[in-house]
């Protein structure tokens, strides 16, 4: 390749927008249906605990709700599935299975988190404080 040719490659490459993602200022795409971290609405979920049982990761521990939340009737045992991120493989079967529509799913993906390691902050999101817990 001669010095001309070599010369405008450089320059329509100076010009061009950068054909690398400049993550992780700018998101990656990711397909609609991607499965990221996902939680229990605990306004619809009844502890019933059978996403933990069917867990195929033993991902999930169901866990007394902390007091001070208003958790609904229909949890007389006010527990719910606390999901560790770090051992949940994202099969979603948790989701396929909860009887009562009660998960929440999401396309993040972005786990490397040591705040967010599981879901209780999520979870917990769903619910109103106040109640005698
Ligand atoms: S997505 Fe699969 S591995 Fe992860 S918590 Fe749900 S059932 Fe368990
Ligand atoms: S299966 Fe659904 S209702 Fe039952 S504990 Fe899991 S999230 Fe809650």
Redesign the pocket.
Known sequence: MGKPKILNLVLKNLASKPATIQYPKEPTPVEPDYRGRHY??LG?????????I?CPADA?K?TPIPSGYDVPKS?PRK???LIDYGKCVYCYR?IT???????ISTNEYRLADTAMHNSSELSLSTLKKGGPG
């Open positions: 229990a609405d619809k979920c009844t502890g019933c605990s059978l996403c933990s069917e999930i169901m949890n527990i719910y599935p948790c299975v909860c009887p009562f529509n009660a998960y």
